[in-house]
């Protein structure tokens, strides 16, 4: 009896820690201001880009994605740094590469849903194949599958069309346009 009695103490305490360090860790994740810095080197890195300041965009997102990996914003200055590599500067690897991270470490947040537009384009970027189309396709009909109220889905509507316009699936094109419009 007095055995069954420690073990409950240290299982109370192990309970009560674990609450404690997750408590711990979210108010870390929810400090105002920290969340403030991100969002202002966010707005910053937007500021540039409009400006057509690309370096110092950059900076600035790639600092949020850094330094503040669980504010708020981390996951829009992400897809931001892979929207320039695809859009601006043509690096179908870099695009690659922070799409590949946009996916792994914040595929349900608010830019998720543009993460999978921007993975379907940038394989067809990379090749015209009738096995890379299927793929690119896949990951825009994923769009309003998973996130239907998403403000991805007309662009991953326009992206799987244009990827079947561009493969001369004409027929099909007009099928799913006339099927997703219903």
């Given at each position: 009896?007095?055995?069954m009695?420690?073990?409950r103490i240290r299982l109370g305490a192990i309970g009560v820690g674990l609450v404690l360090a997750a408590g711990a860790t979210l108010a870390g994740a929810q400090d105002p201001a920290t969340e403030g810095a991100a969002r202002r080197r966010y707005e910053s890195?937007?500021?540039f880009l409009t400006e057509k300041k690309y370096s110092e965009a950059l900076k600035d997102f790639q600092a949020v994605v850094d330094?503040?990996?669980q504010s708020r914003v981390a996951d829009a200055a992400l897809l931001r740094i892979a929207e320039y590599?695809?859009?601006v500067a043509g690096d179908i690897a870099a695009a690659q590469t922070a799409v590949d991270l946009l996916q792994k470490k914040y595929g349900n947040s608010d830019s998720g849903p543009m993460g999978l537009v921007l993975a379907g384009r940038v394989v067809l970027a990379k090749s015209r194949a009738a096995a890379d189309v299927e793929s690119a396709i896949a990951s825009y009909d994923r769009v309003p599958r998973l996130f239907p109220g998403s403000d991805a889905v007309p662009a991953s509507m326009f992206y799987a069309g244009e990827a079947l316009r561009l493969t001369h699936r004409?027929?099909?094109f007009a099928v799913k346009t006339i099927l997703d419009a219903m």
């Open positions: 009896m007095n055995d009695r420690k073990t890195g937007l500021t330094s503040y990996q590599q695809l859009d004409d027929t099909e």
